[in-house]
């Protein structure tokens, strides 16, 4: 009951009550990436969402302008506090993680969830085996139990892998511990940039 209707009551309730905040931070933030370049203030990313539907997520712009796709061996997308491609404002609301406030819209429209894996390229779904590609059964999420307990510091492969357990275990308890720790890690900013994902995946388990 909680998977199929509650989960998304309560998305439609919490970004109603977030959305005037993003209104409110959309002056000062959305100033301050258009001085550090001069160009667009959000990022529109196309993303998978639910049942494989590809859809354009919505984002604060943190990196300067036609900035090149750089990936980590594993094929996810590095992350590094030296990133060059980063504004200085863009590394500040990406430690805030103020950058993802955006996605309360697509929480509106339907597309996304507080929580839930956290969407991928659409050129992802080639490298998901017959198990991965069940992490595409719910809505993506502006959060998610790879975000909230090992942010960035995972390979991709356990990401999946992460998500697919999420998918499994879905439960306003587990939802809840979930957006908990996300706050936490947030707070503490916990692995947000990863210089080297090798160094710091030892050890997760699910």
Sequence with gaps: MYKKFGKRFLDIIGALIIFPVFLILLVPVGIGIWVSDRGNIFYNAKRLGKDGKVFKMYKFRSMKMNSPDLRNEDGST??????????????????????ELPQVINILKGNMSFIGPRPDLPGAIDDYDEEDIRKLEVRPGITGYNQAYFRNSVRQDEKFKNDVYYVKNISLAFDIKILFKTIGSVIKKDNIFVSSIDDHNQGHTL
């Design 78 to 99: 590095y992350n590094g506090e030296d990133d060059p491609r980063l504004t200085k404002i863009g590394k500040f609301i990406r430690k805030a993680s103020i950058d």
